[in-house]
């Protein structure tokens, strides 16, 4: 039986695509012209490949939130604390985009799925734009953890 559960944000196709094009140019730059200036390319192609995450390993009691890159994950463990209830909460997460003299910010809907402890300090461990899955994450951690969710995805929140 795996004891870890673990979540990770997947990285849309075309980013992917993307980022794995421009390591791939920066590799042929850096061969065939010798520039350091190519590795800016591979930097830039290995960042879009970072997805997040997080992690809980329940018989060692520790949990960890990570980087990973092509499979390898990167982040501390850290102590559990006593989680009392899981939030799934709908909230607006924003990004900014800026191009030389203009800049916009766009807006959207994001659900976080959060472990509550010491009555209001929080870890968010699972992000998404999808409701169920949300849902079927805090049951994992509600069934795993022994706690109960509190749905707050409309303005009355309501234990489950």
Do not use: C
């Not at 109960?148 to 234990?159: F, G, N, Q, V, Y």
Request: net charge positive.
């Amino acid at each position: 039986m795996n004891a870890i559960i673990s979540y990770k944000k997947e990285i849309p196709f075309v980013k992917r695509f993307f980022g794995i094009v421009l390591v791939l140019l920066g590799i042929t730059m850096f061969l065939i012209t010798g520039s350091f200036m190519a590795l800016i390319f591979i930097v830039i192609g290995l960042g879009l490949n970072v997805a997040e995450g997080s992690e809980i390993n329940l018989p060692a009691k520790t949990f960890r939130t990570f980087n990973s890159l092509f499979g390898f994950k990167m982040g501390r463990w850290d102590s559990i604390p006593n989680f009392e209830y899981v939030s799934v909460f709908k909230t607006k997460e924003s990004q900014m985009v800026r191009v030389v003299t203009a800049e916009t910010t766009q807006k959207y809907d994001i659900i976080l799925v959060n472990l509550f402890y010491n009555r209001n300090k929080h870890i968010t461990f699972y992000k998404t734009n999808d409701i169920k899955k949300a849902f079927e994450v805090a049951d994992h951690f509600k069934l795993a953890l022994d706690i109960d969710i509190l749905d707050a995805t409309s303005k009355e929140k309501k234990w489950l």
